[in-house]
């Protein structure tokens, strides 16, 4: 790698991110990727520096983008957004349902949970769903190492849980663990943040980088919630390769368009729900419900059954409340909207 990419490469410019440039070449852009959007403008690393940016159609944060140099004295102006290989998404606020693309581009993200309180298993499991539909590497984060008594049984705890996911305890506050962290973002792999405020994701984020990046908070004794600290999404570079996405904090993740997220994370019981006697089984009382012959028998946690089941509700009742055609009329824009995005040829 060389010249520009590798000027880059802080960035997570790889050979993936190459042969997406390559369907651009000749038309004069410069490569960079989005490292904060600003209402109406976008700050844009590139191999000369950072610098800010307008666009029609906002990009989000991890975005690689093609520039349009300025004329005169404007400012730059995004050509081109390159097709993502993953996003982060969740069901935006108002009447009309639309996904809302937090980060692009993510390749692990790191699901942080305070053992300063009792980790809610629940919880973690929906992270896990969107984790998994993004098309990210989920890995469970126990960071506050140093609070809990012992965090190897809450370790435990969590992997019976849920199965064939990294779990990695570490203190942000002592740096127990942070090296198998940025191990696991090497040579070039871009990871996200989630969990709620308060689980230490700023004092993590400067930890992980090595240097204070990211402004932290005092806990609220009462109820061990923090201050939402960070206001905007940041793309930072990790010492020794990777780079790490810094998010504000998300006390609610609300599910949008999550069913290959869900069989992930749930694969034993989305791998019995078709085996069921009648096909519109609720896995209640009905005869024949494999799903409730496998609790019956232990082969599946009934905590994990009311889990996986409250996520299906919560889903059912979106469906429920959306009119249909203004999804249908959503969906189309949508897919319009990203057939742009991959096939726009600049002029």
Known sequence: MTGTFAALAPYGADDRVIALFDSFAGHDLVPGRVARVDRDRSVVATAEGVETATSDELPVVGDWVGLRPPRGEGISSIGAILPRWSELSRRGAGLIPRPQTVAANVDVAFIVVGLDREPSPNRIERELVVAWES??????????????????????????????????????????????????????LTAVLLGPSGVGKSTLVNAIVGEDVAVTGAVREGDRRGRHTTTARSLLPVPGGGVLLDTPGVRSMSLWDVEGGLALTFPEIEELVGSCRFADCVHGSEPGCAVKDAIADARIDPARFESWDKLQQELAYEARSIDPKLLAAEKQRSKAIHKAMRGQSPT
Do not use: C, Q
């Open 135 to 188: 098309g990210a590497r989920p890995v469970i984060v126990l960071n506050k190492s140093d609070a809990a008594e012992d965090p190897k049984a809450h370790a435990k705890a969590v992997r019976d849980r849920v199965g064939l996911v990294d779990v990695v305890v570490v203190s942000a506050l002592t740096g127990a663990g942070i090296d198998e962290l940025t191990a696991a973002l090497r040579p070039a």
